[in-house]
């Protein structure tokens, strides 16, 4: 953090301790000092034990989706930490409650939902579509719940844990799905995945919409990865068709806490119809005594919430706003040119080959200079141990099956019913300019 920075957050933290001590005078009780040297101790301790982390800030980490927050992020929820506000209720948390309903809003503008819609932050993305499917669920309560074969798997799993039936739909080579294969007539809602986990893939929500329109379907939209690439829509960067059209689904999922520079702990859940708020009525006999205003508790599954988190990602909107051309806009651009100049530039390797042109930041690939898919699978593994092992960069693994493999690289002898290959999400800026250095070392142990 630059120098002025600190100044401003010591400003900041002075004008928080006025108000802390406008109480008047108190003193923390002894039983919680710690000693000087036990304090030393521990922490000296705690830095060692972190430092066995991978370097999820650094370039050099191209693995999964991890990040640090941004610092002013995080300077943010360390203030509002130390008050600790939980926004269950406006008992908890009056200003932090209203900074959460503010910055929901902004992400429901954001999405095309305009003034009307119910949504609240979450715990994470599981829970924000745990959410959704349970509203679904409550929607059509004895219909089936459908999704692609490339959605993430919460989605099966909450199906079980909701007692719903979970149907997934198969994934034509054209990337559509196959409507074909089930039954619109058992299907009460169908989940659109705009950024895959796996490759970031954006489903293809324009052939979806008319399809569960005339069959009375609802539409569940799982943007948690993908959701903030919404601001490139209209840059010709990105294919804007299915980004544009997010406002015509039921509920959408995104979370903060993947590609909107928050800490874990930041997912969200948004709802077209404000009329689904029914389905959480109950009645606490201890919590809203404060205010006749809607308190979060009473739209969320979730009661205690880190009223921190709502801070943060206020204060990160107003620094970084949704726009194309400033705040997030120019972040998500350089992350898709991270993936692009990667995959440019795996195209004149001799030794890896791209799996398929990246659609947003994630790219797959694999090393190119053996002949079945066991040795694809197995080299890829062993690339992927020594640059941790060298802790000369970091990747992820991801396992294709087979036929979708060979379907796009029919030249490799097919010997496994799965291939594993390396992948990257490129989530950080810096790895725009840094991708051709990833390269070098990684066609080391190629
Ligand atoms: C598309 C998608 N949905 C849901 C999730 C689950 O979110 P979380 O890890 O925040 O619980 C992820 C996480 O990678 C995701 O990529």
Known sequence: MDEASKKTLDHALNKLSEWKSSFGAWEQ?????????KTAEVFGRLAQRLACNFPFHHPVYAGQMLKPPHPLTWAAYAMAMSINPNNHALD???????????????????????????????????????????VARESHPNKKIAFSENSHYTHHRMCGVLRVE??????????????????PKEIGTVVVTLGTTGLGEVEPLNEILPWAKKHGIRIHIDAAYG?????????????GTNW??????????????????????????????????????????????????????????????AGAAAVA????????????????????????????????????????????????????????????????????????????????????LYKIPADTFHRLHPEYKTDTEQV???????MKPEQEGFVSKLLERIERYC
């Open 313 to 396: 990602l206020w204060a990160t909107l107003q620094m970084f706003p949704l726009k194309e051309k400033e705040g997030f806009g120019p972040v998500l651009k350089k992350c898709l040119q991270a993936a692009r100049n990667m995959y440019d530039l795996i195209g004149s390797s001799q030794k890896l080959k791209a799996f398929k042109k990246p659609v947003l930041d994630i790219l797959g690939y694999f090393p190119s200079e053996v002949k079945t898919t066991s040795e694809i699978s197995a080299k890829s593994k062993e690339v992927f141990d020594a640059g941790m092992r060298e802790q000369s960069f970091y990747l992820s």
């Open 420 to 426: 594993t290959i390396l992948r990257s999400v490129f």
């Open 227 to 239: 959701g903030f690439f919404r601001v490139l829509k209209d840059s010709g960067l990105i294919d």
């Open 166 to 183: 979970g149907v997934k739909i198969p994934v034509l080579e054209n990337s559509a799905f196959d409507l074909d294969a089930i039954n």
């Open 29 to 37: 009780d002894p039983t919680l000092t710690v000693s000087e040297e």
């Open 92 to 134: 908890g948390g009056p200003p932090s409650s209203e900074m959460e309903k503010e910055a929901v809003a902004e992400l429901a503008q954001f999405f095309g939902y305009g003034n009307e819609f119910l949504g609240h932050l979450t715990a994470s993305g599981t829970i924000a579509n745990l959410e959704a499917l349970w």
């Open 244 to 305: 544009h059209l997010m406002e015509q689904a039921d509920s959408i999922v995104v979370d903060p806490h993947k590609h909107g520079l928050q800490p874990y702990g930041c997912g969200c859940v948004l709802f077209k119809d404000p009329a689904v708020g029914k389905f959480y009525k109950h009645d606490s006999p201890y919590t809203y005594f404060t205010s006749e205003d809607l308190h979060l508790g009473e739209i969320s599954l979730e009661c205690s919430r």
